[in-house]
């Protein structure tokens, strides 16, 4: 990664949406080929200075789509889009209901459609001259791995010294250029304006992290990719989703929704192996266990990282990386697949994987003087947790020390799962905070604490501190020579979420305070 010091860092507003003025005024018309439109009102002959989704940012001349959302209806907010300069809107709402907007008597042009989400991608990517059609569009969903693979492939792509763009969990970059990321995806609007930008600034190459909401939502309807990766399903977001079908499905959309020239699944996972046999043409596969295209063998895992043979359509070789854990394989067999389908070379491969640097708070390690290990992890499922535990246990000569906790308003189900996860594998577990947003922490940890093996004993093999600088603290102060800490579900944030307000929290800051308090 670049040094963040001589970096032009630029930041969402919190509603995740940038206003950006396009002076190349398009016609309505134009915009809204392939739209679907179940009423229209007033002319298409209408130039259109800008899209906004957010009324307050609307001005002359711009479409708003009013965007329904789970606790407000964006149809309400058209009378303010109008007051501001609205010349046009897209709205779900039927427009003989909209008596109260008096709209025979105003320049204004409404559209009803089924569905302003993909409206609202369907009129971006028009707005924005289709930029997922001009570079090279690489999108990748699972529930873990999305960030690593993505800056896996970023490294390889670089090494072959061409430009590169990230979107993803732990910022948006490209060139000089790097914003915050307020969610993983985002809004199709700012998706379009963000691949246009990149474009401009001449990156070739981007990787895209595509997340379950996104997908849902139609954040990426109708793009163009040009390589497809899907990583594994596990259980999480099913308080948004429902359930794991609902959630698979979600994740699919992927596929059936936009047009990707290659695909690539893991089937080393169920859903994985599923998808493979639905969507076989111009599908790669990759694996361990399974036999794939993209197929690891021989792999040693060690306390500095892992090797193996890999095996590929365009041939075999060796593979030494630093990056810890089987779980780290499986990521580095969906980048290298996802390189390899866009004529990255197998020498390339080898010589960017046996210099690949640790990503963000994924596995990031704590350099002390103590002789203890401290790991920073952004492992928040179950899954991910039995991973990251079992990748510390294979090079921990002493005990393993976990500190972890579950988000508020987030799905419940999986809190007992994530303590059964831990305290089996650990030696000794910390339950604390992680964001309880507007849920009593201590509520969360007493579901945690319903996934406690009968055999385990607090004090001797758990402890639940509801404050996390005080968890993560007491962990490093009990962990002697050749232990290790791990402390997860936070990784590269540098925020904790308490009640209704939002503070500065690094795990890594935290951690390292400890470890200089233990030098005195």
């Not at 990664?1 to 016609?27: A, C, H, I, R």
Request: aromatic share 8%.
């Amino acid at each position: 990664m670049e040094s963040t010091s001589s970096t032009n860092w630029l930041v969402f507003p919190e509603s995740g949406y940038l206003n950006v003025t396009d002076q190349n005024e398009q016609k309505l018309s134009r915009l809204i080929l392939g739209l679907q439109v179940t009423n229209i009102l007033g002319t298409m002959d209408r130039a259109i200075r800008e899209i906004v989704f957010d009324s307050r940012k609307s001005g002359l001349d711009s479409l708003f789509v009013a965007i329904p959302g789970r606790n407000w209806d964006g149809g309400v907010f058209i009378k303010d889009a109008i007051a501001k300069g609205a010349s046009a809107f897209i709205t779900q709402t039927p427009l003989d209901s909209l008596g109260g907007l008096d709209l025979g008597s105003r320049d204004v042009t409404a559209l009803c459609v089924e569905d302003s989400r993909k409206a609202l991608s369907i009129v971006s990517t028009s707005f924005y001259h289709r930029p997922s059609e001009r570079l090279a569009v690489t999108g990748i969903t699972g529930t873990n791995g999305k960030t690593t693979t993505s800056y896996i492939l970023e490294a390889l792509f670089r090494a072959k010294e061409v430009r590169t763009g990230v979107i993803g969990t732990i910022n948006y970059h490209y060139g000089d250029k790097k914003l915050s990321a307020p969610v993983t995806t985002p809004e199709s609007l700012d998706l379009n304006r963000m691949l246009d930008a990149m474009i401009e600034e001449k990156i070739e190459y981007c990787f895209l992290e595509i997340s379950s909401h996104a997908l849902y939502q139609s954040r990426v309807h109708d793009m163009r990719f040009k390589v497809g990766i899907f990583t594994n399903l596990t259980r999480d977001h099913l308080d948004f989703h429902g359930d794991m079908e609902s959630y698979k499905n979600a994740k699919k959309k992927l596929f059936l929704d936009n047009r990707v020239q290659q695909r690539i699944f893991n089937i080393d996972d169920p859903v994985g192996r599923e998808f493979a046999g639905e969507f076989k043409a111009d599908s790669f596969t990759t694996g361990i266990d399974s036999n794939a295209d993209f197929k690891a063998e021989n792999i040693v895992l060690t306390k500095s990282g892992c090797q193996f043979t890999l095996k590929t359509p365009f041939g075999a070789g060796e593979i030494h990386s630093n990056l810890l854990g089987r779980h780290n394989i499986h990521n580095l067999l969906s980048a290298a697949a996802g390189a390899m389908v866009q004529d990255v070379s197998l020498e390339k491969v080898q010589e960017v994987f046996r210099q690949i640097q640790p990503i963000p708070g994924r596995f990031e390690s704590i350099d002390n003087s103590h002789g203890v290990s401290v790991l920073v992890d952004y492992a928040h499922t179950d899954d991910a947790l039995c991973n990251a535990i079992s990748a510390a246990k294979a090079f921990t000569e002493g005990k393993l020390i976990v500190v972890f906790g579950c988000g508020g308003d987030r799905d419940k189900g999986k809190r007992k799962a994530m303590g059964q996860a831990v305290l089996r594998e650990a030696d000794f577990s910390i339950i604390t905070s992680d964001n309880p947003r507007t849920e009593d922490p201590e509520q969360i940890i007493e579901d945690i604490l319903q996934g406690v093996p009968s055999s385990a004993r607090k004090g001797d093999d758990y402890a639940a501190i509801i404050n996390r600088k005080e968890a993560i603290e007491h962990a490093i102060h009990l962990a002697g020579k050749n232990d290790l800490v791990l402390i997860a579900g936070k990784g590269h944030e540098d925020y904790q979420i308490l009640a209704t307000q939002t503070i500065h929290f690094d795990d890594r800051e935290v951690a390292r305070s400890a470890l200089r308090k233990r030098s005195h």
